[in-house]
């Protein structure tokens, strides 16, 4: 089924948020700094549901805990605690093990390798900080901007009725990119040293990808389209350190 393309959409809304953020930069600072940061990322919502008919496909991401690695950039504002912040951030989560179990209930006879969820967020936002005590404060932050979503393969092969080679793989995810945010907040101690929790809502997701089919006799290969989104949504316990 053919589906009306968003594309004059997304890059109006891109184009706003760009624009956006272009002026609060011009009343930054010349005193930032970047802050790396490492975590744990919790799958959320439709992203963690485990109804097994329906995973990736028809909505359902069945996906486990995670890691987030990642880096911002800090750019304190002309207001007393305010600064513009600028996030690239790394999700890697993989299928949970009831759905790998399950997996390899209906196809035990087969060497399975699965796919795992990559998800880059680039984003930019504001954060607030408010002073409790000498070396230690508490910070809310929010950005807004485009997550990239990105399926590797799954793959199952073996052999059959003595020896006739076969696999199949479900491939060539194309990428998606949405708009995303995220809204959080956490301790900073001595200025240097964050711990953090986030939400993350990284947008609604349709790729494309392939089946393909392979034997000793023949090969086939068709193209498919996800027929529900999937939508992204994690949180997210951190520790990071400016650098």
């Known amino acids: 089924t053919s589906r009306k393309s968003n594309k004059p959409h997304f890059m109006k809304q891109l184009i706003l948020i760009a624009l956006i953020w272009v002026g609060i930069a011009s009343t930054t600072t010349a005193q930032g700094f970047f802050q790396g940061h490492i975590g744990i990322a919790i799958p959320m919502g439709d992203f963690a549901d485990d109804y097994y008919p329906n995973t990736f496909y028809r909505g359902s991401g069945y996906a486990s805990k995670g890691f987030n690695l990642g880096l911002k950039y800090y750019s304190p504002l002309k207001y007393d605690g305010l600064s513009l912040v600028l996030s690239v951030n790394f999700f890697y989560n993989k299928l949970s093990k009831d759905f790998r179990n399950e997996y390899e209930d209906d196809y035990g006879d087969y060497n399975i390798s699965f796919p795992k969820y990559l998800n880059v967020p680039i984003l930019a936002g504001l954060n607030y900080s408010i ?44 990428p998606s990119v949405k708009v995303g945010y995220t809204i959080g907040g956490g301790i900073l101690i001595q200025d240097k040293y964050r711990i953090g929790l986030n939400y993350y809502g990284l947008g609604s997701h349709t790729s494309n990808y392939n089946r393909k089919y392979i034997s000793n006799y023949n090969s086939d290969k068709y193209g498919y389209q996800f027929e529900k989104s999937l939508n992204i949504k994690l949180f997210t316990l951190t520790i990071g350190i400016k650098i």
């Open 131 to 174: 002073p409790l005590k000498e070396n230690l404060a508490f910070f809310g932050e929010g950005s807004i901007g485009v997550n990239m979503l990105k399926i590797t393969n799954l793959k199952r092969e073996g052999s059959y009725n003595g020896g006739n080679n076969y696999s199949t793989t479900i491939e060539n995810f194309s």
